[in-house]
T-cell receptor, first 111, second 113 residues
């Protein structure tokens, strides 16, 4: 029973364009949402987060959108840069206090 | 600060062998966790600790033991390795709860033959 789904295993985008990564979830008890970025042979690093009381949070080129009614989370990267090429994981938490991670989406930004 | 360190980086075991994956952090974080990453599965929580002397099970705890005798260290023990435990293992720490930003170590790639 997958509570979190990142339906696109991979995404390829041209440098300078927008990258949009998506997550869908089923558990309405989730109240905190995060994105992590992972380079090969390294551990994940925290990117950006949003709580359930908001629908948008920005940090520089990165914006996270939360649509609670659709149970949908997205990450926008504008403009995309080759250094953004990595695996991106969404992560969710609820009343258990534990993080549930998505399967990951591999983003490739082409120069 | 070294952050979160993990040893070894790579390990090959035979079925039935036991071993301990080491994790240490120098940020005085209360919370520490162990995850495994498998292709197409994301990261799954194995065990976590909210402070020295306190541990609890995550999503996939079977076959693993943990202890937390100090704030800095959180070793993960494989009691009798099985091929299903072939994975990449990540240790993480955070200041005040699993909800907050977690700092991950570089990972240990384990192969069980």
């Amino acid at each position: 029973d997958q509570q979190v789904k990142q339906n696109s295993p991979s995404l390829s985008v041209q440098e300078g364009r927008i990258s949009i990564l998506n997550c869908d979830y089923t558990n309405s008890m989730f109240d905190y949402f995060l994105w992590y970025k992972k380079y090969p042979a390294e551990g994940p690093t925290f990117l950006i987060s949003i709580s359930s009381i908001k629908d948008k949070n920005e940090d520089g080129r990165f914006t996270v959108f939360l649509n609670k009614s659709a149970k949908h989370l997205s990450l926008h990267i504008v403009p995309s840069q080759p250094g953004d090429s990595a695996v991106y994981f969404c992560a969710f938490s609820g009343n258990t206090g534990k993080l549930i991670f998505g399967q990951g989406t591999t983003l490739q930004v082409k120069p | 600060n070294a952050g979160v360190t993990q040893t070894p980086k790579f390990q090959v075991l035979k079925t039935g062998q036991s071993m301990t994956l080491q994790c240490a952090q120098d940020m005085n974080h209360e919370y520490m966790s162990w995850y495994r990453q498998d292709p197409g599965m994301g990261l799954r929580l194995i065990h976590y600790s909210v402070g020295a002397g306190i541990t609890d099970q995550g999503e996939v705890p079977n076959g693993y033991n943990v202890s937390r005798s100090t704030t800095e260290d959180f070793p993960l023990r494989l009691l009798s390795a099985a091929p299903s435990q072939t994975s990449v293992y990540f240790c993480a720490s955070s200041t005040s709860g699993l909800l907050n930003e977690q700092f991950f170590g570089p990972g240990t790639r384990l192969t069980v033959l």
